[in-house]
């Protein structure tokens, strides 16, 4: 449904060249959900708007359902629905009426427009703000007006540039649901951005992990957290001698591609954690040292980026307030 080729985008502010796309390429299924995620300035806004025809691409090419981005611009935008980071919304008329007046710019007849308008808000949860002035509304609400007006003209992908921020963490949730809900009711195809971790992992089935203008990952969340961070396993011993002692018996264990302690806590990044910890508990009581806690989990999304660049998406401008890695079990001793 959306195919893009060698996409480049260079630009020049104050005589400096600015390389903000590099010969990026990746596919979307129909019906597909798929997260572009980067830090700021990684170039996820500016691949945004070439593969939707606002930004004439360097060099590459863009193909969405079926049509060439720049040869067709017309065809695509028909397909397409875009929603930007910054409200599409007036402030002086009642959202329904824009609404109409949105569907009546796309070519639906006034009958048709009423009918979408009232369809669109319905299905996003805002059928009670009908009448309501945008300028009127919480954050929330007005994401939601956003995304009802690139629904309009009931488009076959829809295209969410950082849907949620600046949102609280409740409204986030609730909008994350309307967005998944509107997949199932319509089998939209989504392409969104987000420096938002947690955002990536709840909406997305695929996540396309952009740095610095170059795709560097691309694959589900798990198979991501699978190949390029491993598990860990988490024991704690006694005190901070034993925890040592724990940790230079983890270094030796097949697998082990990180370990730290952390006063009583020793935690080692390893493959197939689950199987590793009842060995590494066995070598612990073989050497007679006493674990009080013990537990594994799988890496989170910045434990990828973090391999995959060296840095923290949260230092390079991207943002993981809410994302923690996730415990996959726990045992006490
Ligand atoms: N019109 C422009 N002129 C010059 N440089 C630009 C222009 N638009 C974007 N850039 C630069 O291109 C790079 C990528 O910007 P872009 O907005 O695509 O990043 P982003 O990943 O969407 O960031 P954010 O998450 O902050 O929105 C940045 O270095 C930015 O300063």
């Given at each position: 449904m959306?195919?893009a080729?060698?996409l480049r985008?260079t630009f020049?502010?104050?005589?400096e060249t600015i390389?903000?796309?590099r010969d990026v390429?990746?596919?979307?299924?129909?019906?597909?959900?798929?997260a572009?995620?980067?830090?700021?300035g990684?170039g996820?806004?500016?691949?945004?708007r070439m593969?939707?025809?606002?930004l004439?691409?360097t060099?590459?090419?863009v193909?969405?359902?079926g049509?060439?981005?720049?040869?067709e611009p017309g065809r695509?935008?028909?397909?397409?629905g875009?929603?930007?980071q910054?409200?599409?919304?007036?402030?002086?008329?009642?959202?329904r009426d824009e609404l109409?007046?949105?569907?009546r710019c796309?070519g639906l007849?006034?009958?048709?427009?009423?009918?979408r308008a009232?369809?669109v808000?319905e299905?996003?949860?805002?059928?009670?703000?009908?009448a309501?002035n945008?300028g009127t509304?919480?954050?929330?609400?007005?994401?939601?007006?956003?995304?009802?007006l690139?629904?309009i003209?009931?488009?076959?992908?829809?295209f969410l540039?950082?849907?949620s921020t600046?949102?609280?963490?409740?409204s986030?949730a609730?909008?994350w649901d309307?967005?998944?809900?509107?997949?199932?009711?319509?089998g939209?195809?989504?392409?969104l951005t987000?420096h938002?971790?947690?955002?990536?992992?709840?909406m997305a089935?695929?996540?396309?992990?952009?740095?610095?203008?170059?795709?560097?990952a691309?694959g589900?969340?798990?198979?991501?957290?699978?190949?390029l961070?491993?598990?860990?396993?988490q024991?704690?011993?006694?005190?901070?001698?034993?925890?040592r002692?724990?940790?230079?018996?983890?270094?030796?264990m097949?697998?082990?591609?990180e370990?730290?302690?952390?006063g009583?806590?020793v935690r080692?990044?390893?493959?197939?954690?689950e199987?590793?910890l009842p060995?590494f508990?066995?070598?612990?009581d073989?050497d007679?040292?006493?674990?009080?806690?013990?537990?594994v989990g799988r890496?989170?999304l910045?434990d990828v980026?973090?391999?995959l660049?060296?840095?923290?998406?949260?230092?390079?401008?991207?943002?993981?307030?809410?994302?923690t890695d996730?415990?996959?079990g726990a045992?006490?001793a």
């Amino acid at each position: 449904m959306i195919r893009a080729e060698g996409l480049r985008k260079t630009f020049t502010a104050d005589k400096e060249t600015i390389e903000a796309v590099r010969d990026v390429s990746f596919d979307v299924a129909a019906g597909e959900v798929v997260a572009l995620l980067g830090p700021n300035g990684a170039g996820k806004s500016t691949m945004l708007r070439m593969l939707t025809t606002l930004l004439p691409p360097t060099a590459g090419s863009v193909h969405i359902a079926g049509h060439d981005a720049i040869r067709e611009p017309g065809r695509v935008r028909e397909a397409i629905g875009y929603v930007g980071q910054k409200n599409a919304s007036g402030e002086n008329h009642r959202i329904r009426d824009e609404l109409i007046t949105q569907g009546r710019c796309y070519g639906l007849k006034t009958r048709h427009a009423r009918h979408r308008a009232d369809e669109v808000l319905e299905v996003l949860g805002i059928g009670d703000l009908a009448a309501r002035n945008p300028g009127t509304l919480s954050g929330g609400q007005r994401r939601r007006v956003d995304i009802a007006l690139g629904l309009i003209h009931n488009p076959h992908v829809l295209f969410l540039d950082e849907p949620s921020t600046g949102l609280d963490p409740q409204s986030r949730a609730g909008l994350w649901d309307q967005i998944q809900l509107l997949r199932r009711e319509y089998g939209i195809t989504i392409l969104l951005t987000t420096h938002y971790l947690d955002e990536a992992d709840h909406m997305a089935e695929r996540i396309v992990i952009v740095d610095r203008g170059e795709v560097i990952a691309n694959g589900t969340a798990d198979a991501l957290k699978a190949s390029l961070a491993g598990d860990w396993m988490q024991i704690t011993t006694s005190d901070a001698e034993t925890a040592r002692a724990a940790a230079r018996l983890a270094g030796r264990m097949a697998g082990a591609s990180e370990v730290t302690t952390d006063g009583q806590s020793v935690r080692v990044r390893i493959v197939g954690a689950e199987a590793a910890l009842p060995a590494f508990l066995r070598l612990l009581d073989h050497d007679s040292i006493t674990v009080t806690r013990a537990s594994v989990g799988r890496p989170s999304l910045d434990d990828v980026f973090l391999n995959l660049t060296g840095r923290p998406l949260e230092e390079s401008g991207g943002a993981t307030a809410t994302t923690t890695d996730e415990p996959i079990g726990a045992t006490h001793a």
